[in-house]
């Protein structure tokens, strides 16, 4: 778990603003190369079989439930993006 919490606070405080502006005003988002990775890594901890979507979910708590708003946002894309990886890795 301790992974798991280090990757998504490094994902959340990574300045991914640019992002947050696409989520928000609906525009189709598009992966940097300095972002990217961050998901990778918790989706090869997943599939790898070191942490769960239940860990990484708890992970994002605080975010998930901030009353900063763009933190909330940060942290529901964050979750909405592992959990649809997840379900393709399990379908294929």
Request: aromatic fraction near 4%; charge should be negative.
């Amino acid at each position: 778990m301790e992974t798991t919490l280090r990757l998504v606070r490094t994902w959340m405080g990574s300045g991914r603003d640019e992002e947050v502006e696409q989520t928000v005003s609906g525009t189709p988002l598009t992966y940097s190369s300095r972002s990217f990775p961050i998901d990778i890594t918790i989706l090869t901890e997943i599939s790898n079989e070191r942490t769960t979507l239940i860990n990484v979910v708890k992970a994002l708590g605080e975010y998930l439930t901030s009353e900063e708003g763009d933190l909330r946002t940060k942290g529901t894309h964050n979750r909405d993006g592992v959990t649809n990886e997840c379900l393709h890795l399990m379908q294929s």
